[in-house]
């Protein structure tokens, strides 16, 4: 199998704003159709980047992360979003999930549906990378200057 000449990352969001600030970074970018499913494809510092608006759900989007997962076998994949369900965090903050809950997972019992949420750590070498970018002055000149940003002196970690 022929080497890859840039790694591959995958971003999946579920808003046409998250879409919208994914693809302003990438600048141009062309169409690729996998299976039904069109993805954004460009370049971002030495990256190959493929980005996928998935719609609201989680069903939804395990599926195309999956599509995505297996066509192009990325280095790293994100979920990239506004973080709507988390509470104080401005524009310009780094948010990163300390825990995943797998909140859906349960047993069809007599008495009624039993929850057996599972929880996972994130992984420390994310966590730590997030905290690193957060003290970094570089990302935050791609941020929209059209948009309000609280906290560009200081961007706090949120770690839930």
């Known amino acids: 199998m022929p080497q890859r000449q840039s790694p591959i990352a995958v971003i999946v969001t579920a808003l046409e704003v998250e879409t919208r600030a994914v693809l302003r970074q990438l600048g141009r970018h062309t169409v690729e159709t996998v299976n039904g499913t069109g993805f954004f494809k460009g370049q971002f510092d030495g ?4 980005v996928v ?3 609201p759900g989680n069903a939804g989007a395990a599926a195309i992360a999956v599509r995505a997962l297996e066509h192009y076998k990325p280095h790293v994949a994100l979920f990239v979003g506004v973080a709507g369900g988390v509470k104080d ?3 310009g903050d780094v948010v ?3 825990k995943v809950y797998g909140y859906e997972s349960g047993k069809d019992a007599a008495k009624g549906f039993q929850t057996r949420p599972d929880v996972q750590n994130t992984a420390h070498a994310l966590e730590q990378r997030a905290r ?3 003290q970094a002055n570089d990302w935050r000149s791609r941020l929209d200057p059209a948009i309000k940003h ?6 706090s970690l949120k770690a839930f």
Do not use: M
Request: no cysteine.
């Open 47 to 50: 990256w190959d980047i493929a």
């Open 53 to 55: 608006e998935a719609g």
């Open 89 to 91: 965090v401005a524009i």
């Open 96 to 98: 990163v999930a300390a």
């Open 132 to 134: 690193i970018i957060r």
């Open 150 to 155: 609280e906290k560009l002196s200081g961007a």
